[in-house]
């Protein structure tokens, strides 16, 4: 059986799932195909090398893939929308709106194409979209977890955490941030007080503009529960964030602005890092896939609470230190590990 993994040039995230898709599917042929531009993918379709199977990793509204897919000659074709574009918003101008209407356009034609769909949203997330019921409820589905890499799982070690050091808890935030209001999610100036106020310390690995900076600078000048860490590699990220004793994924706003569905369905990858580094994970409830995560069927990793309770947060971590929750939520995550079989992806993608 041969198999193509295909993904806009550009994406970075398509880059890095369809790799782990190949790696493992290490036992089969597999070729991996970066698209750069729409005739490209036209020109491959129509005069390349056919494929048994035929995966598309893109992001949303990106219309690079689509021609590839939508006219392949392959056997069976597999979805995997790594963002759904029926559920972003479409901001920007009327060039810009153009541009992202015939994404969401092309993203249909791919769903309706496709003999089966990956998705690593919250597991019932395809039933959001309007055509879920007359077009492809039928067809065979995975919720893609498999972004765990097992050689890069930290052993737990209490005693070289910060927190043992000074009695103080360390938490961890890694990756983008919001540095101004968006939609439904406050500023991250906004939210940080939330937690350094409480006396918590809070940790920041993100790449930031020099302006941004000299501006985190003169916070820890004034603030000394607040740190930026600055940004490293990926192997070398998951064993630093080790000494710190929770991973955060805290978005949201306390003005009562609902959250859009792009805001509910979305799974971030980062929430493995905090695992492979054996942290309990602290988020909002309102971001239901990561609640759905972190609740792992009433086997926590780790700690949810609603974004207007994060005043609260120093009172529900001692009260989780009392009960001697922190090692459970810790063991729950080394199940985990242990839960995930990546022979189920193969035998999707293969039979």
Known sequence: MKILLIYPQELLSGSIVSR???CILEDHDVDLYGV???????????FGEKY???IATCSSRNITV?????????????????DISHFCKIPGDPIYRLKCNIGLLLEKLMFLK???????????????LPF???KIKNKSEYLFREFLNNNLIQEYNPDIKLSKKDGEIHLVYVGGLFLEDVIMYESFYTFYPKITNQKIHLH??????RETLDRFKEIEKEDMYFHYEGALSHDELIKEITKYDYGIQLFGNDKNIPYNLSAKLAFSNKLYDYCCANLPIIANTELEAVYEFVNNNNEDLGVSLKYTELSKLSNKLKYIEDNGLYEV???NINTLFKKINVNSLIEFITE
Do not use: C, M, R, T
């Open 329 to 331: 939520y810790v063991q």
């Open 204 to 209: 920041i690995y993100s790449k930031i503009s």
């Open 66 to 82: 689509a021609p590839y897919f939508l006219f392949s000659k392959a056997d069976q074709k597999i979805f995997f929308p790594y």
């Open 36 to 46: 750069s531009s729409p005739l490209d993918s036209l020109k491959k379709a129509l």
């Open 132 to 134: 879920y019921d007359s």
């Open 52 to 54: 048994d199977v035929v």
């Open 114 to 128: 496709s003999d089966k769909i990956i998705h690593k949203g919250l597991s019932n997330e395809l039933e959001y």
């Open 20 to 22: 782990k898709i190949k």
